[in-house]
């Protein structure tokens, strides 16, 4: 049974920290949507063995750091650019416009979530983030099914401030990013709309947090982009979802040639 309730942010974020990669829930949630993206076999298993560190991710093609080096050329940067809210065109209906590839933005969990609450308790019951996982997970494989149009973000509640939420759709991009490089992606695999998609998240990885104001401007803006990312991981998933069944009428075809 899909749980119908998103997972309550804070008490997952406390939860999460416990564990040695301490990502904050909207990174788990976008690592979780970036396997789900793939349509791979076992999709849950990998996702709670790289979160817990269960398992090493020797598939993965990714380094032992949370970073993006498999699905980024760092040679085909191109100069550093401003990426603040103010000005930034970036809504579902805008990401057609190619963009050329950053370089790797690391990402340092110490200094992502040096706001978090500093009492957090290291022991936290493993039972308890099991569970906590466990929703996190239903509740999101129900939101992006086959028939969905769009689905919900796991981000902090709209009452916190611009720049806390600001900083879990980061998270979100690079925890999306880091999932599709888990489960094997090859940038060039994509083709079309979810290649432009995909250019634009990594584009996003280098967002200027530093300048977003509390206002309706960057309120407005870090709206479109959240709509963004519902629609570009979409289009990422039926483009795997299209090469899958390409692959297997391939296949299919040349049974029948035998």
């Given at each position: 049974?899909?749980?119908?309730?998103?997972?309550?942010?804070?008490?997952?974020?406390?939860?999460?920290?416990?564990?040695?990669?301490?990502?904050?829930?909207?990174?788990?949630?976008?690592?979780?949507?970036?396997?789900?993206?793939?349509?791979?076999?076992?999709?849950?298993?990998?996702?709670?063995?790289?979160?817990?560190?269960?398992?090493?991710?020797?598939?993965?093609?990714?380094?032992?750091?949370?970073?993006?080096?498999?699905?980024?050329?760092?040679?085909?940067?191109?100069?550093?650019?401003?990426?603040?809210?103010?000005?930034?065109?970036?809504?579902?209906?805008?990401?057609?416009?190619?963009?050329?590839?950053?370089?790797?933005?690391?990402?340092?969990?110490?200094?992502?979530?040096?706001?978090?609450?500093?009492?957090?308790?290291?022991?936290?019951?493993?039972?308890?983030?099991?569970?906590?996982?466990?929703q996190l997970a239903a509740w999101t494989q129900s939101a992006i099914g086959p028939t969905s149009l769009s689905f919900d973000l796991l981000l902090p509640p709209e009452d916190r401030l611009l720049?806390?939420?600001?900083?879990?759709?980061?998270?979100w991009v690079r925890g999306l990013l880091f999932g599709l490089a888990l489960g094997g992606l090859d940038r060039e695999q994509l083709l079309g709309q979810a290649a432009e998609a995909f250019d634009?998240?990594?584009?996003?990885?280098?967002?200027?947090?530093?300048?977003?104001?509390?206002?309706?401007?960057?309120?407005?803006?870090?709206?479109?982009?959240?709509?963004?990312?519902?629609?570009?991981?979409?289009?990422?998933?039926?483009?795997?979802?299209?090469?899958?069944?390409?692959?297997?009428?391939?296949?299919?075809?040349?049974?029948?040639?035998?």
């Amino acid at each position: 049974m899909a749980f119908a309730v998103a997972p309550d942010y804070d008490r997952l974020s406390r939860l999460l920290a416990g564990v040695e990669l301490a990502p904050s829930p909207a990174e788990a949630q976008g690592m979780l949507c970036g396997l789900l993206a793939l349509h791979l076999p076992d999709p849950l298993e990998r996702w709670q063995a790289q979160l817990l560190l269960a398992t090493p991710a020797a598939e993965s093609n990714s380094s032992s750091e949370w970073g993006l080096e498999p699905v980024i050329d760092a040679a085909a940067a191109p100069a550093p650019i401003d990426l603040t809210f103010q000005g930034r065109k970036t809504s579902a209906a805008g990401h057609a416009e190619a963009h050329a590839c950053c370089d790797d933005p690391s990402h340092d969990h110490a200094g992502a979530h040096a706001g978090y609450p500093a009492d957090v308790n290291a022991d936290a019951d493993a039972d308890e983030r099991s569970a906590a996982l466990e929703q996190l997970a239903a509740w999101t494989q129900s939101a992006i099914g086959p028939t969905s149009l769009s689905f919900d973000l796991l981000l902090p509640p709209e009452d916190r401030l611009l720049q806390e939420r600001a900083h879990a759709v980061l998270d979100w991009v690079r925890g999306l990013l880091f999932g599709l490089a888990l489960g094997g992606l090859d940038r060039e695999q994509l083709l079309g709309q979810a290649a432009e998609a995909f250019d634009d998240l990594v584009e996003l990885t280098r967002m200027d947090l530093d300048a977003i104001v509390e206002g309706d401007a960057d309120e407005q803006a870090l709206t479109e982009i959240v709509e963004f990312l519902r629609v570009a991981a979409m289009l990422i998933r039926e483009d795997r979802a299209k090469a899958l069944l390409d692959e297997r009428d391939r296949q299919v075809a040349e049974m029948g040639m035998h």
